[in-house]
């Protein structure tokens, strides 16, 4: 019945039904909106979730291997953990808080100890250092500080830092240390750029007091972060029940849940903006109806079946459902690109970690939300469509 789109096609065109060609429009337009809204807001929230993960593992191990008091004999450890298959790197860490003290101000601050010859390997602490400084250059009195420590208390490499440690050394001495500032670190997050200092490890152990053979746990660095529950196996058949074994999915697992949830819901939401847009749908294909009577009653009489009817009526409004998605589509693409090449919109550090609107546009959200929209418009014309083939030719020219 190649009939049937062409007159679907001549009912989209209008083009001697002005009011018709309008009402068209419209219903294109609200579909366009609701989907360029749908992919321009789960793209910024699959950014967050992305730039956010990459920032997080960035500066942390992706597995943790800890122990209550300590982990003993760290290198065989290390080595032993290095050679498993998945594993790209391990490296010591010795991680606790000190007070930073400067003039008549005193604040909170995590200090970890790193191995300046290992941690290159397991973290991307290289590439967030600023003057061309690499971790590995790290000597026994400097410390590596976050951009935004710097300039609240307005350090500069070369500077002394005076960090005072909660624990007392051999004989109740040795609680105030002094270091120079070796470099600073830009992360792109506000709370590691802030708080966290970086030493070697051995003058963590001094400021902790703890001994040589002892740290507070083994950071690994895996090839793929997804195989991270697998590997993660493998080290616990390693090093028993004894350690503590959690992965970067673990550590961040309320956050990133909260991520996910927060990005759903605003697909729920969003999603009602494109059902609303579906009422244009409905509309344009009742006024249609109610305007065609006359044609419907014509086709019928000279024997068009009643199915034939439903589906000019049912690819109709699919056309306005498609045409509407797919400028919705291109118009929610570009808009991402933009906001993702210019980074035209800048966001406060303090408040969401990062300083502007990052922008991922996935393909399966991407064909999830164009099928979505597919759907509602098939839906908005079930209705119309069943109207229009239920009329009877008589009663459709009764009054023409």
């Given amino acids: ?23 068209n429009w419209v219903s294109i337009l609200g579909i366009a909106i609701g989907v360029a809204a749908l992919i321009v807001v789960i793209g910024v929230m699959t950014g967050f979730d992305r730039d956010l993960r990459d920032k997080i593992v960035g500066t942390n191990a992706h597995i943790v291997i800890e122990r209550e008091t300590g982990v003993k004999g760290f290198a065989a450890l290390r080595e032993g953990v290095a050679g498993l298959k998945g ?20 604040s909170g601050l995590v200090l970890r100890g790193i191995d300046p010859r290992n941690e290159g390997a397991v973290t991307k602490i290289d590439k967030y250092l600023q003057n061309g400084f690499k971790v590995k250059d790290l000597t026994a009195d400097r410390v590596i500080i976050g951009k935004e420590l710097a ?54 152990q001094v400021v902790f007091n703890l001994p040589l053979d002892i740290v507070s746990g083994i950071g690994v660095k895996l090839k793929d972060i997804d195989q991270a ?17 959690r992965t970067w999915i673990e550590q961040n697992e309320n956050f990133f849940a909260a991520l996910n949830l927060e990005k759903f819901a605003m697909f729920i939401i ?48 699919l056309a306005l459902g498609f045409i509407g998605t797919f400028f919705g589509l291109a118009g929610g693409i570009t808009i991402g690109y933009v906001l993702r090449e210019t980074e035209l919109i800048k966001l406060p550090q303090t408040v969401y970690y990062i300083d502007h609107l990052p922008v991922l546009i996935q393909l399966n959200d991407v064909l999830m939300i164009a099928g979505s929209a597919m759907l509602i418009s098939y839906l908005a014309t079930i209705y119309p469509s069943a109207k229009a083939a239920s009329l009877e030719p008589v009663e459709a020219l009764r009054y023409q």
């Fill in 87 to 106: 594993v790209a790197g391990a490296s010591p860490y010795v991680l606790g808080n000190v007070f930073l003290e400067r003039g008549n101000r005193a």
């Fill in 151 to 204: 300039r609240f208390y307005g350090f500069k490499v070369g500077d002394e830092v005076v960090l005072l440690s909660p624990v007392s050394g051999v004989a109740g001495e040795g609680w105030r240390y002094k270091f120079k500032v070796a470099a600073i670190f830009n992360s792109g997050m506000y709370d590691y750029d802030r708080n966290l200092i970086l030493v070697d490890y051995r003058n963590a």
């Fill in 270 to 317: 969003l999603t009602l903006i494109v059902l609303v847009a579906s009422f244009n749908i409905i509309s344009t294909l009742i006024v249609t109806v109610t305007s065609k009577t006359k044609d419907i009653g014509i086709l019928r009489s000279i024997g068009v079946p009643a199915a034939a009817i439903r589906r000019v009526f049912t690819l109709y409004g």
């Fill in 229 to 245: 529950n697998a590997v993660k196996e493998a080290i616990r058949g390693q090093v028993g029940f004894a350690y503590e074994v």
């Fill in 1 to 23: 019945m190649k009939y049937v789109p062409w007159i679907a096609y001549r009912y989209l065109v209008a083009k001697k039904d002005k009011f018709l060609a309008l009402i």
